[in-house]
Structure formats: C-alpha cells, structure tokens
C-alpha cells in the first residue's frame, strides 16, 4: 500500500470485461473501462487501491463485483451495445452501526429512476391485546420493532381499564399479581 500504484490491466471483448489488478487505482480502473466502453461515470471521489482479479464476465457483474466492499453506494444505468453499462453513478456509503455494506444496483431500462431513500415508516396502529404467547413461540428472539410495539401497547393499555370481562381476564394473566 505504500508503494505507488500499479496500472490494471483490463479488457474488453465480445461484450466480456476483465480486471487484473495488483495494487491498482481504483478510480484509473473506472477510467480505463470508461475509455473502452463509452460508459460515463458520474460521482467518482477519493480513490482506493485494488488487487485481484475481475471477470471475465459482463461488463455489469464485473463492475458491481469491482465496486463491492468499497466507499461507494453504486448505480448502473442503461447499456451500451458491447454490453457496458451506460452510466455508473457513484455516491459515498455510510456505513453507521455496524450495517453491511449496500449491494450494487442494478437498473436495466433507458430511463431508470433514481434510488430515493425510503420515507420514515408511519406509526403502527394499535393492535388489540393479545396473550404473549399467541404473538411468539416460546424461546424466540423479538425484534427491535416487535418489542417498540409491545412497549406501545402497555403504555397505551396503562391508562385504560378494559370494559370487557374477557379483557380484564387477559390482562391479569399477563401481569402477576402485586404483592402488598
């Protein structure tokens, strides 16, 4: 790593990309394959080193095969005719709280649509009290969002003095008695 960076060699040929890096520029690799291909890169930063080798394969999976693991969130637009991507669009991950870094994207129409981030999730409405043992088997792990909804439904149930016998039955099966 710190010795200079080594050029890739890298090929072209009936609609088949191959990588052969060794101590390589990443962001020289994504030039060479856009000076081959036509393909344009858009969103191109900071660069990483690269070893190993990619392909032979389509230019598409050889590309999200190169660009997996890096600093890069990765959209392929369209085709070309020797089977490149027509655009890659690069935009920096963010990798917070341990998650996995994101796959590729692939976006195979002439007119895709850019990823948007997934609007917040409404808050869920109330469900109606049920046994705990009806909602999980025994010795399962709950969910973050499984436990939210359960905490959501004993401060909503706290205040409230169920009206129907079968709930008050319910209710005092899931909570011990209190001692005095």
């Given at each position: 790593?710190?010795?200079?960076?080594?050029?890739?060699?890298?090929?072209l040929s009936a609609a088949?990309?191959?990588?052969?890096?060794?101590?390589?520029?990443?962001?020289?690799?994504?030039?060479?394959?856009?000076?081959?291909?036509?393909?344009?890169?858009?969103?191109?930063?900071?660069?990483?080193?690269?070893?190993?080798?990619?392909?032979?394969?389509?230019?598409?999976?050889?590309?999200?095969?190169?660009?997996?693991?890096?600093?890069?969130?990765?959209?392929?637009?369209?085709?070309?005719?020797?089977?490149?991507?027509?655009?890659?669009?690069?935009?920096?991950?963010?990798?917070?709280?341990?998650?996995?870094?994101?796959?590729?994207?692939?976006?195979?129409?002439?007119?895709?649509?850019?990823?948007?981030?997934?609007?917040?999730?409404?808050?869920?409405?109330?469900?109606?009290?049920?046994?705990?043992?009806?909602?999980?088997?025994?010795?399962?792990?709950?969910?973050?969002?499984?436990?939210?909804?359960?905490?959501?439904?004993?401060?909503?149930?706290?205040?409230?003095?169920?009206?129907?016998?079968?709930?008050?039955?319910?209710?005092?099966?899931?909570?011990?008695?209190?001692?005095?």
């Amino acid at each position: 790593m710190q010795q200079p960076a080594q050029p890739a060699k890298v090929t072209l040929s009936a609609a088949q990309l191959s990588i052969h890096a060794d101590n390589s520029s990443l962001s020289a690799i994504l030039h060479d394959i856009s000076n081959i291909s036509g393909m344009k890169i858009d969103g191109l930063g900071g660069d990483e080193r690269v070893f190993g080798t990619f392909g032979p394969g389509a230019p598409r999976d050889v590309i999200a095969d190169l660009l997996n693991g890096t600093s890069y969130n990765v959209v392929l637009l369209g085709d070309l005719s020797n089977g490149a991507p027509r655009e890659l669009i690069l935009t920096p991950a963010s990798h917070g709280g341990g998650a996995a870094p994101a796959p590729a994207t692939q976006a195979n129409n002439e007119e895709a649509e850019q990823e948007a981030p997934e609007p917040p999730q409404p808050e869920p409405t109330p469900q109606p009290e049920q046994p705990v043992n009806s909602q999980q088997p025994p010795g399962s792990v709950r969910t973050p969002q499984q436990l939210f909804e359960q905490l959501q439904r004993m401060r909503q149930n706290q205040g409230q003095q169920p009206s129907d016998p079968q709930q008050q039955q319910q209710q005092q099966t899931q909570t011990p008695p209190q001692q005095q």
